[in-house]
């Protein structure tokens, strides 16, 4: 299971911060992030770290958006800053998890968070 909050209204310009934790008992972390999904459009990235700290943007998150790993392994953070109307979506997060001894990779989803950036 995963815990996501840290939405609401911002105006342009602001910043906002999205925790996320994640509860799967039995599994090991091999990635989690953030994908957002605007009204109208499909689901996307915006950015995803590995276990081994790695990190990977969307184009539009790059420069304004840092994902970062809590105090285990199982929390992430986005920390979003130079927020436009364009950012404006429900932000989902997701990790990917594997059991022990398998390379079979499990997808969790959060229930999303809304997002709204006002001009």
């Known amino acids: 299971q995963l815990q996501a909050s840290g939405g609401g209204l911002v105006q342009a310009g602001g910043s906002l911060r999205l925790p996320c934790a994640a509860s799967?008992?039995?599994?090991?972390?091999?990635?989690m992030g953030w994908y957002s999904q605007a009204p109208g459009k499909q689901r996307e990235l915006v950015a995803t770290?590995?276990?081994?700290?790695?990190?990977d943007y969307a184009e539009s998150a790059a420069g304004r958006f840092i994902i970062a790993r809590g105090i285990t392994k199982n929390m992430v953070y986005l920390q979003m800053t130079s927020l436009t109307p364009e950012d404006t979506a429900v932000y989902y997060c997701?990790?990917?998890?594997?059991?022990?001894?398998?390379?079979?990779?499990?997808?969790?989803w959060g229930q999303g968070t809304q997002v709204t950036v006002s001009s």
């Open positions: 997701n990790a990917r998890s594997v059991r022990p001894g398998s390379t079979y990779e499990y997808e969790h």
């Open positions: 799967v008992t039995g599994f090991s972390i091999n990635r």
């Open positions: 770290i590995t276990s081994d700290g790695f990190t």
